[in-house]
T-cell receptor
C-alpha cells in the first residue's frame, strides 16, 4: 500500500471548518483513500473513504485531487468532540484475495479550540 | 456504539497469570481482527480471522493465543506476558477478511502487565 504523509498536528477554532491534508504521491490506480480518527483512549472510528471522486457523508467530506496524489478531509463545523488523531490510509481494494489490512501511520492530532 | 464490544475495558495482570480478552461483534460480519497499540506507536495488526479461519498471524509471540469459535466472537488468551506487552488491544470486524471491506473497531481493552 502507498505511503501517506500528514502534518503532525493542527489547530482549529470551534465552529470553523477543519481541513486535514494528506499526501499520497505514490498512490496506484486501484488504491482507495481511507480516513479514520481515534479519540483519546478509544478505538479508531471509520470516517469516510474514496477512490477519485469527492465523497460526503454525515461526518465529513473527502476531496481528492485530480491527480490523486493528495486529499483533504473536511469537517465542516468542528466541535470540541472532534479533537482526535486523524489517520489517512491508502490501501488496495482489488478483491483479489489479499487479506484485508489497515496500515496505520502516526496521523494528525487535531485540536479544536473553544 | 460501534457494534464491536470488547471486555474487559481494563485489565491488570501479573506476568505469571493467564487471562483472556473477549470481543463480540453485532454487525453480521465474517472477519475479525486483533490490533495492538503500544504507547506512542502506531496500531499494529496481530491476527486476522476470516469465517473462523486464521488467515494472518503477524509474527505474534506464542504467549498471545487467539481463538475464534464463530464469526461473532473472538478471544485473545494471554499467558506469561511481559511488562512490554502492556498496551491497548483493539478488536475489529469487517464483512469479509478480503481487501475491499471497511473495518470497524471496538473501544479496546487496556492491558497492564505488572
Amino acid at each position: 500500500d502507498a505511503k501517506t504523509t500528514q502534518p503532525t498536528s493542527m489547530d482549529c477554532a470551534e465552529g470553523r471548518a477543519a481541513n486535514l491534508p494528506c499526501n499520497h504521491s505514490t498512490i496506484s490506480g486501484n488504491e482507495y483513500v481511507y480516513w479514520y480518527r481515534q479519540i483519546h483512549s478509544q478505538g479508531p472510528q471509520y470516517i469516510i473513504h474514496g477512490l477519485k471522486n469527492n465523497e460526503t457523508n454525515e461526518m465529513a467530506s473527502l476531496i481528492i485531487t485530480e491527480d490523486r496524489k493528495s486529499s483533504t478531509l473536511i469537517l465542516p463545523h468542528a466541535t470540541l468532540r472532534d479533537t482526535a488523531v486523524y489517520y489517512c490510509i491508502v490501501r488496495v481494494e482489488d478483491g483479489g484475495g489479499a487479506t484485508n489490512k489497515l496500515i496505520f501511520g502516526t496521523g494528525t492530532l487535531l485540536a479544536v479550540q473553544p | 456504539e460501534t457494534g464491536v464490544t470488547q471486555t474487559p475495558r481494563h485489565l491488570v495482570m501479573g506476568m505469571t497469570n493467564k487471562k483472556s480478552l473477549k470481543c463480540e461483534q453485532h454487525l453480521g460480519h465474517n472477519a475479525m481482527y486483533w490490533y495492538k497499540q503500544s504507547a506512542k506507536k502506531p496500531l499494529e495488526l496481530m491476527f486476522v480471522y476470516n469465517f473462523k479461519e486464521q488467515t494472518e498471524n503477524n509474527s505474534v509471540p506464542s504467549r498471545f493465543s487467539p481463538e475464534c469459535p464463530n464469526s461473532s466472537h473472538l478471544f485473545l488468551h494471554l499467558h506469561t506476558l511481559q511488562p512490554e506487552d502492556s498496551a491497548l488491544y483493539l478488536c475489529a470486524s469487517s464483512e469479509r477478511g478480503l481487501s475491499g471491506n471497511t473495518i470497524y473497531f471496538g473501544e479496546g481493552s487496556w492491558l497492564t502487565v505488572v
